[in-house]
Each structure stands twice: as structure tokens, then as C-alpha cells.
């Protein structure tokens, strides 16, 4: 059983910056996924186990960037230049296996329990 704790969540301002993290037990692969109210949770960005291959969502590429250091069992999510659509709760996930690209719902296999992300405009 693989336990994910995030970590990083806040209110910022537009602009500013914000880096998440996610303590997994394990070492599958991880991705980061983000619920806004009265949304869908969407897909934002993933990586393999190694680290070798990631993917990052049209809407935040060239802004958030996603990255792990396997010593640590932590995966990372740098938030860069936020604006107040990136305002949402923030999940952490792993999945056993993954095809590459943008991750499904149902490619996971678990999930952390959210951390709020707030960009005041």
C-alpha cells in the first residue's frame, strides 16, 4: 500500500510561486491532478518511476514544472507565475502503470487527501 502526504499548499498572488510536495511510500509513478469547485478533477502534470519521462498539461506548461527525487520518496510540483484559474485543491497521485502522457482517473491507484491552492488576483 502506497501512502502520499502533500505538503505546499497556500494562498499567493497572482505572479507568485509555489512549490508542492508529495512523500510517497513507494516509487510508482506520480502526478499531480487539481479539483477547482464545481469542477472536475483535471489532469496537471506526471512522471515515471525514474523520472525520465514527464508530461505537463497544455493549460500550465512553461509554468509548473514536475520532478522527484527518489531518495526522498518526493515528488514535486514547481508553480511558477500562477493566476487565479490555477486556484484549487491539489492532489497527488500514483499509479502502478502508466501509458505516458496525460494520466486518467484510471490509471491511478491512489491518492493523497488535497492540499488548497489559492491565487488572489
Known amino acids: 500500500q502506497v501512502q502520499l502526504v502533500e505538503s505546499g499548499g497556500g494562498l499567493v498572488q497572482a505572479g507568485g510561486s509555489l512549490r508542492l510536495s508529495c512523500t510517497a511510500s513507494g516509487t510508482p509513478h506520480m502526478a499531480w491532478f487539481r479539483q477547482a469547485p464545481g469542477k472536475e478533477r483535471e489532469f496537471v502534470a506526471a512522471i515515471s518511476s525514474s523520472g525520465g519521462r514527464t508530461y505537463v498539461t497544455n493549460s500550465v506548461k512553461g509554468r509548473f514544472t514536475i520532478s522527484r527525487d527518489n531518495a526522498k520518496n518526493t515528488v514535486y510540483l514547481q508553480m511558477n507565475s500562477l493566476k487565479p484559474e490555477d486556484t484549487a485543491v491539489y492532489y497527488c497521485?500514483?499509479?502502478?502503470?502508466?501509458?505516458?502522457?496525460?494520466?486518467?482517473?484510471?490509471?491511478?491507484?491512489?491518492w493523497g487527501q488535497g492540499t488548497q491552492v489559492t491565487v488572489s488576483s
Open positions: 497521485a500514483g499509479a502502478l502503470n502508466w501509458r505516458g502522457g496525460a494520466m486518467t482517473r484510471y490509471e491511478v491507484d491512489y
